[in-house]
């Protein structure tokens, strides 16, 4: 099945099941809209991509893993964007979950598609239970404290930043474990795999950075310009657009380079150049053709 | 070793592994401060005694169900204190999570609370792999949407609320998810568990709304009178006194009469008459001495 195909199926199924009997209608529809339509799907296509290069040999397991991570990260956009973090009133092109159905339900938006991201994953793995306890425990790692994208999210509260643990927490450990856990997922050890997702978490960041600073609105879908107004770092304003047009080569180049012997390492290096062209902000690929 | 020491023993070594290196400082001082010093630890106490009366074949599995539970219950006691839902100034006697760390970190805290429920259950579980996927979909279910915790206060958002849902999924989810973990912990078929989680469940409600109604905010440790503040059901104001009174007998005698055949049954039933005697508050126990 196709990789966009297998990724909505298995959110679809996930979103499904935490709408069943009993549940609050609001709660229940505000799942589905914090999760449909989504955006690139970044995160799950590359932990699928991992997997299908390392033979795919347990389909129900890959697909849960992405699924899981995809929520996760649809989770912290909910909660991220709440009033009390970068009050954004949109998000994907449409009104932010708070701004559509108030800050409480968006609270908890974001905590029911945490608890629902482990209970797909127990679902997906139920017939590989050692393969279970490793997926649980990468994904885990990669969203809670010390270093997930919970803690990323943290040291925003914090005085002083340590700027490589903000944005490796924030935005580098969902992508490390997403092809971890595309590689575990399939049988391979997974650990070979984590270089390849930190560095395309960092050539991610870089684009958003790039993105902050070039897009418009309508294009990005959510308030532009929120960095320099939030006193973040920004990899553009640091290196310049030039400098971080190189900066985003560099470790795209490097990102392929780190594919560890597999099966399918020949696709999948072609796969990653052509996604990571997708990272660029229109302007710069408008540039670039 | 001691009930009230495993527990305290497992939520130590949980919230160490969330503040291990790259931890953003105050999350991890929050993470701590939101589950020390503890409540009654009724769920796990629970989770354990029933682990125990079945034998306690894994008391590993057992403990970090034990704590994953009580993570999740401190998780839902964060969130639920923040300003958009009661906007709790204290909690268990001291300022709650956001008066002392305020709203964001209050959000993060109860977000890697979650989180680490499920990664101390990979941990403890980890050498009974099959035993993992079994207390990940209860524990899980017990949280999440439609019928968890979550669930239960997303039903504060609705217009109409449904109060058996509501009750059931708020309260009752998280004991029944203590009593069947702690049995299936022990490789004891959980299911035939389940009544006396959803009986003690509604018998805590039950207590819970008559402290809300006798206590002082002292003794309570929090504000008093929220149900009637916030329009929230409550037995005692529904039945009167003595009826939430009479009702919260008859619920302990169901309970302990429903405990399954095991091989602690008896040494069970007197654990938990004794403490259940602690649910009621103190002006109730007073007049019954």
Redesign the interface.
């Known amino acids: 099945m196709q990789t966009t195909l297998r990724i909505e199926d298995a959110l679809q199924t996930a979103i499904r099941a ?11 529809s505000a ?1 589905h809209y914090a999760v449909f339509p989504g955006g690139h799907r970044i995160r799950p296509r590359l932990c699928l991509s991992v997997a299908r290069a390392c033979g795919d040999g347990d389909p129900l397991a890959a697909d849960s893993a992405a699924a899981a991570i995809e929520l996760l990260h649809c ?1 912290s956009l909910v ?1 991220d964007d ?1 009033p ?2 970068d009050d954004a009133p949109t998000r994907r092109g449409k009104p932010s979950v708070h701004a559509q ?5 968006a ?2 938006t ?3 598609l ?3 991201a ?2 797909t ?3 997906g ?2 017939n590989s ?2 393969r ?2 490793t997926l ?2 990468i994904v ?2 990669a ?6 994208i ?2 990323g ?6 005085a002083a930043v340590s700027l490589s ?1 903000y944005q490796r ?1 924030k935005t580098g450990s969902l992508f490390i474990a997403a092809t971890v856990a595309g590689a575990a997922a399939a049988g391979a050890p997974g650990q070979s795999w984590s270089a390849l997702g930190e560095l395309l978490g960092e050539a991610y960041q870089v684009a958003d950075d790039l993105r902050d600073v070039l897009c418009d609105a309508e294009e990005l879908g959510k308030p532009i310009g929120q960095d320099a107004a939030r006193f973040r770092p920004n990899a553009a304003a640091q290196l310049g657009v030039q400098g971080a047009k190189n900066r985003l080569e560099n470790l795209v180049r490097n990102a392929v380079e780190s594919i560890p012997p597999c099966p399918g390492a020949d696709e999948l290096r072609a796969l990653i150049q052509a996604q990571t062209a997708q990272f660029a902000p229109t302007k710069l690929a408008l540039e670039a053709a």
């Not at 159905?101 to 339900?105: H, I, N, R, S, V």
């Not at 969203?143 to 997930?148: E, L, Q, T």
């Not at 999210?153 to 914090?158: D, G, K, M, S, T």
Request: negative net charge; charged residues 15%.
């Open positions: 935490s709408q069943g009997p009993g549940a609050p209608p609001l709660l229940a799942l989770a909660h709440l009390c973090f159905y108030g800050a409480p339900l609270v908890l974001g905590d029911a945490i608890v629902l482990f209970e994953l127990a679902r793995a139920a239970p050692q279970l306890a649980l425990s885990a790692r969203v809670g404290a010390p270093r997930g919970v803690a999210q943290a040291w925003e509260c914090e643990d927490a």
